[in-house]
Nanobody, 117 residues
Framework: QVQLEESGGGLVQAGGSLRLSCASS????????MGWYRQAPGKQRELVAA???????DYGDSVKGRFTIVRDNAKNTVYLQMNSLKPEDTAVYYC???????????WGQGTQVTVSS
């Protein structure tokens, strides 16, 4: 079992920045996938950024160059630094993780990000 606790969402004006945090109950050394997804009203959940099982960092096309995913192994935490925010970034952001050798997806409860124009 992996518990994920997200924080850092809120309301920001367009052009502003936010940093989301996702703290894992399990050491990141036991996790081979950890990242962020988002879901806007009426839309499918989409990948934002992730450290993948193949060892690469993946970003959704709409956030490349604006968002950065960073990990702190000592704190078992992954951060999503979001800069140059746009109203279309408004969504609930979810953290997801997978344990090494397991198929189960673990999700956080989600944190709301709202960008006003």
């Amino acid at each position: 079992q992996v518990q994920l606790e997200e924080s850092g969402g809120g309301l920001v004006q367009a052009g502003g920045s936010l940093r989301l945090s996702c703290a894992s109950s399990l050491s990141l050394s036991n996790i081979n996938f950890m990242g962020w997804y988002r879901q806007a009203p009426g839309k499918q959940r989409e990948l934002v950024a992730a450290f993948t099982s193949s060892g690469i960092t993946d970003y959704g096309d709409s956030v490349k160059g604006r968002f950065t995913i960073v990990r702190d192994n000592a704190k078992n935490t992954v951060y999503l630094q979001m800069n140059s925010l746009k109203p279309e970034d408004t969504a609930v952001y979810y953290c997801k993780a997978k344990r090494i050798g397991r198929l189960t997806d673990y999700w956080g409860q989600g944190t709301q990000v709202t960008v006003s124009s």
